[in-house]
């Protein structure tokens, strides 16, 4: 079993920004695809950025040249860094990992922590 633990979400002025961290507990981060994604009150959870084992990464149109996500396997985590925030950025933000068994992709999300842009 995998536990996901997000961090670093919280109340900032739009244009502001912000970096979410997400560690992973387990063994299995290093061959894991990892993803961030939001849900925003009354709307379906979307894909927001996406970084492979190998460091590829990619993100939805409407955060592309604005946020960046890198990861660090030595530690388990996975960032997102988050510039030129605007309100409609507003919402829960939701670390994904995604790991191949052999057999078949075992997904797990995380708690999700609150990203609030407001003047």
Known sequence: QVQLVESGGGLVQP?????????ASGSMFSNSAMGWYRQ???????LVATITSG???NFADSVKGRFT???????????????SLK????????CHLKFYNG??????????TQVTVSS
């Open 55 to 57: 460091g590829s990464a």
């Open 103 to 112: 057999y078949v992709w075992d997904e797990y999300w995380g708690q999700g």
């Open 69 to 83: 996500v890198s990861r660090d396997n030595a530690k388990n985590t996975v960032y997102l860094q988050m510039n």
């Open 40 to 46: 925003a009150p009354g709307t379906q959870r979307d």
């Open 15 to 23: 244009g502001g920004s912000l970096r979410l961290s997400c560690t």
């Open 87 to 94: 309100p409609e950025d507003t919402a829960v933000y939701y």
